[in-house]
């Protein structure tokens, strides 16, 4: 997936093997990549939005803590200044490209668990959460973190009506300074008998101290995903869409997919290319994370982005990606999961596939599969979610495949 509209503003590959590629020298890759950033080029930097009611101005693509370090020094460049998980980070691993700016250059992301279990499991704890921040913030040295962020969300807006942890933790570091502001990642909860993302988003932004949301969204989503975008920009609520880049990874990969996408009417496009312009474009989402393993697929998303509409190219090249999903790609939507009698977390297991197929990491995707309460070998194979798969997935096949891969 070659980006073949890199202008004279643009970092050149071989600027960045010249300057980062030092691993083999034990020289500091990020500061060493950070000096020479500077004098190779100037780069083109990446729009700026307003994240809702947390005031801040933060990149329309932000960078995430599990990126590649390699790229982190091209990424702070272009102007990403948002990064999310940052607590992965401590004093000393933390990018030289990230902290030798001033402290409010930067906005830095905490993302906050439950406890005594996973995102299903694990409960609410005020004392614990307070604890971790605090001790995250005294880890990394960096004063504060910028956005407290509660990881995997509520499990039902009953919940985010009845338990206060969540918010009483956060009041308590903020007044210390140690945050902030204060969003959530929120994921659907049917399987569980709690509710859909949308529904918990919608209800966070009338009801509590919550400035920002992240979720699932890509192209093709349901209407409930763009009436949240569209409420969140009028009520001045952040919004970061997550696991955007649904099939990109395996049709990358995939050389039919690759032969078609030849024909004149794509030129100059590809479906990740055109998925960024397409976030892009949608004056009512904040900004996207994407994860990003190498310099090429950094480079072309940051020059996407900054191209932000589309042609009739990227058009049909999302059309293409979208056909190809069909029956193949699991969107995220979670519509199955409520029909399923085994309770089982079909979403997440398709998440895990995406983890492989997608991201092309299978360790992360097997470790993930590995804490599942209900693998996928516990389907009875009764059919019953199938009629609801809008992506047309033989959910009974596609779980034995992702077992087979993950299990
Ligand atoms: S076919 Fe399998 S996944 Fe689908 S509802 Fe039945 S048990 Fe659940
Ligand atoms: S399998 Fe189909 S219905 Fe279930 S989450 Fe994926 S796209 Fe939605």
């Given at each position: 997936m070659k980006d073949h509209r890199k202008d004279k503003t643009e970092f050149t590959r071989r600027d960045f093997i010249r300057v980062g590629a030092t691993g083999a020298t034990g020289v500091a890759l990020a500061s060493l990549g950070a000096l020479n950033v500077a004098a190779a080029a100037p780069v083109a930097k990446l729009p700026r939005r307003r994240y809702g009611r947390t005031g801040l101005e933060i990149s329309a693509l932000v960078g995430a803590a599990?990126?590649?370090?390699?790229?982190i020094p091209l990424a702070v460049e272009a102007g990403v200044n948002y990064w999310h998980k940052?607590?992965?980070?401590?004093a000393e691993s933390m990018p030289e490209a990230i902290k030798?700016?001033?402290?409010?250059a930067y906005h830095l992301e905490i993302t906050v668990d439950r406890v005594?279990?996973?995102?299903?499991h694990g409960h609410i704890d005020e004392e614990q959460h307070y604890q971790f921040v605090k001790q995250a913030v005294a880890r990394s040295a960096?004063?504060?973190?910028d956005v407290f962020k509660f990881h995997?969300?509520?499990?039902s807006v009953q919940e985010a009506k009845t338990e206060p942890g969540v918010v009483r933790a956060f009041d308590r570091l903020k007044k210390e300074g140690l945050v902030k502001h204060l969003a959530l990642s929120q994921h659907h909860y049917n399987n569980i008998g709690g509710d859909m993302a949308y529904d918990i988003i919608t209800y966070l932004m009338d009801h509590s101290p919550f400035e920002a949301a992240q979720f699932f969204y890509t192209y093709g989503d349901k209407h409930e995903l763009e009436d949240v975008l569209a409420l969140a920009k009028k009520n001045d609520f952040g919004t970061i869409a997550m696991k955007?880049?649904?099939g990109v990874g395996r049709a990358a990969t995939d050389k039919k997919f690759q032969a078609l996408l030849?024909?004149?009417?794509?030129?100059?496009?590809s479906p990740g290319t055109a998925m960024v312009k397409w976030l892009m474009a949608n004056?009512?989402?904040t900004a996207a994370v994407i994860a990003t393993s190498n310099f090429d697929q950094l480079q072309e998303n940051l020059a996407a982005a900054r191209q932000g509409s589309m042609g009739s190219n990227d058009r049909h090249a999302l059309g293409l990606l979208a056909a190809y999903n069909k029956?193949?790609?699991?969107?995220?939507?979670?519509?199955?999961?409520?029909?399923?009698p085994e309770h089982l977390a079909i979403a997440d297991i398709l998440r895990y596939e995406r983890y492989a197929l997608?991201?092309?990491d299978l360790s992360r995707a097997r470790a993930e599969y590995k804490?599942?309460?209900?693998?996928?070998?516990?389907?009875?194979?009764?059919?019953?979610?199938?009629?609801?798969c809008q992506a047309d997935i033989n959910i009974v096949a596609k779980l034995k495949e992702v077992h087979r891969l993950l299990g």
């Open positions: 599990d990126w590649n370090p390699d790229v940052a607590q992965r980070w401590s030798r700016q001033p402290r409010e005594g279990g996973d995102h299903m960096v004063g504060y973190f995997f969300g509520y499990h955007t880049m649904g030849a024909e004149p009417r794509f030129k100059g496009s004056p009512n989402l029956g193949l790609t699991c969107l995220l939507c979670a519509d199955c999961v409520s029909h399923c997608d991201y092309h804490t599942l309460t209900k693998d996928g070998t516990a389907c009875i194979a009764c059919g019953d979610c199938l009629p609801a």
